[in-house]
């Protein structure tokens, strides 16, 4: 009895090491904030606290190589944050003012001033730490397979152990029976069956949960191995989602760079984003922009001003008919170039003459083009949705290599859109990051909301994607085959080391000197619950970088 005890308690604490380990993520996670913060003061000095103190509207101080304690808004100071815990992106992200930062990330080579905006389980941080919390509880269509078979093997085993013993009794052995009896019912312990699924979750979503993939719902992962088409959304999922200078165009009596900076002195003061795209290019080039008085933005048309005493004026072709000029044959053909491909194209006038052109574009991530080959390497069909025009869709689509455009679709139809791709028996993936992609994201299959997409986009989606980064919808794809591979693995590990060891057990094959006492028994049963933990923890090993998924 003492033998039996020890190994059952062998096999027990080998099962609670494996589910600790797989839970760590969430210990791991919660190890990232601070114990205490710098939190300034009315006299202009500062203070420690604990995080726990700090309120909403407080200010704290963050140094160089500090962890942010809440999450935030930068009000003073530049640095580069790593969010590598949060989003997966190995890069240190640059952070200025008005930026929002999230507890837990680290301030690499600067010190800031941030002012709270979430604390405690309103921060992103604790929201990480639910989603994992609630996907390893949740229940897939496997789980629960493997839970019926849990709860059958039960009375499966009192059955046969009853039988068992009533037979041995029938031929004059009852302590034989008895001693059987026991057998059958320790061998039979469903520990590897319930194991079987439940670790295979836990180790799933806290691996990817360390790499910026934040599994909400376990079903979703598994139906992704189903995906046969990907839908992005093209603007903030593909694109970068803000506008950027790609080229300009002078007349010969003009410098390209004296019209940048003309145009981006008219737009100084706008917050459009082709206005707010001008000027970020004359910083990047180092144009010094001269100073702009009588700014007048016209809506709709673009913005006029008097700069360095001269009358210019920044816009389409509607504010060109109303001044009444006429754009030379050069820059009319540029326009016309930039147009066939998508860009937005806007005239600089001066003192009544059209001396330049500028387009710009919302420039294709970079890691686009390997996400869309990813996904076709592994025979997925790829298709792209916007609101934008056809021109646009197609250029982006185009230059990714995507097989199907939605182009001009309003928000309210890109449900419709996924609806028309389920209706050719796919199983679609959709992938976006605004409020409009909601009702996709609800539609489709498995929906991934990526990025800092909206409250919305990530309450409708199964997956969220920390990052910005394309290719994890690829690597969701990997982890779901590969769990799913350990899952069935261990599933059929365990029905049929139930099969064989059962009636060995009973004594079926005592004729053959085959018996195996309650002793044996308990070592078999956790020998079986030992190689399903090891099995599930071979998941830590499937890479899920974006370079190699």
């Known amino acids: ?196 699924i439940p670790l295979v979750i836990a180790i799933a979503t806290s691996t990817s949960a360390k790499q910026g993939i934040l599994i909400k719902d376990t079903s979703a992962l598994e139906a992704m191995r189903t995906v046969d088409a990907v839908l992005f959304d093209k603007t903030g999922t593909l694109t970068r989602g803000e506008h950027a200078l790609t080229e300009v165009a002078n007349i010969d009596r003009w410098e390209a760079d004296r019209v940048l900076a003309l145009a981006a002195a008219a737009e100084s003061d706008s917050e459009h984003p082709i206005g707010r795209a001008v000027v970020a290019a004359t910083q ?87 996400a869309v080959e990813a996904l076709h390497a592994r025979g997925i069909d790829v298709a792209l949705i916007t609101g934008d025009s056809r021109a646009v869709a197609e250029a982006v689509a185009g230059e990714l290599g995507i097989d199907d455009v939605f182009a001009e679709v309003l928000p309210d139809d890109k449900d419709k859109a996924v609806g028309d791709l389920q209706g050719k028996r796919k199983k679609v993936a959709m992938v976006g990051d605004g409020v409009n992609d909601a009702p996709a994201l609800a539609r489709a299959d498995v929906g991934l909301a990526i990025g800092a997409g909206t409250d919305v986009a990530m309450e409708a989606a199964g997956v969220v994607l920390a990052g910005s980064d394309p290719r994890a919808v690829a690597s969701v794809i990997t982890l779901s085959h590969a769990s799913y591979r350990k899952m069935r693995q261990n599933l059929v590990w365990a029905t049929a080391y139930n099969a064989v060891a059962i009636p060995v057990a009973a004594g079926a094959f005592q004729w053959a000197g085959l018996t195996m006492p309650p002793a044996v028994a308990a070592i078999a049963m956790s020998l079986s619950t030992i190689v399903v933990a090891a099995n599930a923890q071979l998941l830590r090993r499937v890479s899920l970088k974006p370079a190699e998924a």
């Open 284 to 370: 990047d080039k180092g144009i010094d922009v001269p100073t702009a008085e009588g700014i007048d933005a016209v809506p709709g048309k673009g913005v006029r001003a008097r700069v360095d005493g001269k009358d210019v004026a920044v816009g389409g072709p509607a504010l060109l008919a109303q001044l009444g000029v006429d754009v030379p044959d050069t820059l009319a053909d540029a326009a016309a170039r930039w147009r066939s491909t998508g860009g937005a194209v806007l005239h600089v006038v001066v003192d009544g003459e059209v001396v330049g052109a500028f387009t710009t574009a919302d420039p294709i991530r970079d890691e686009s083009r390997e």
């Open 1 to 196: 009895l003492a033998a039996l005890i020890v190994v059952m308690l062998l096999g027990h604490w080998q099962e609670m090491k494996a589910v600790g380990q797989a839970q760590g993520a969430l210990a791991a996670l919660a190890e990232l904030l601070p114990d205490d913060a710098e939190r300034t003061i009315p006299d202009g000095g500062t203070e420690h606290v604990s995080i726990g103190d700090l309120q909403n509207g407080d200010t704290v101080v963050v140094r160089p190589g500090g962890r942010i304690p809440a999450d935030g808004t930068i009000v003073k100071g530049d640095a580069s944050i790593d969010e590598s815990m949060i989003t997966g992106e190995s890069a240190p992200v640059a952070k200025h003012e008005g930026d929002r930062v999230v507890a837990g990330t680290v301030a690499t080579d600067g010190s800031l001033r941030v002012e709270i905006t979430a604390t405690g389980d309103d921060t992103a941080l604790a929201g990480i730490q639910r989603m994992v919390q609630d996907a390893q509880s949740s229940r897939s269509g496997t789980r629960r397979l493997a839970d019926r078979a849990a709860a059958w093997l039960f009375w499966i085993a009192l059955a046969a152990a009853a039988l068992t013993f009533a037979i041995h009794a029938a031929i004059g052995d009852p302590a034989q029976g008895l001693s059987a009896a026991v057998s059958v019912l320790v061998i039979a312990c469903p520990h590897a069956l319930g194991l079987a």
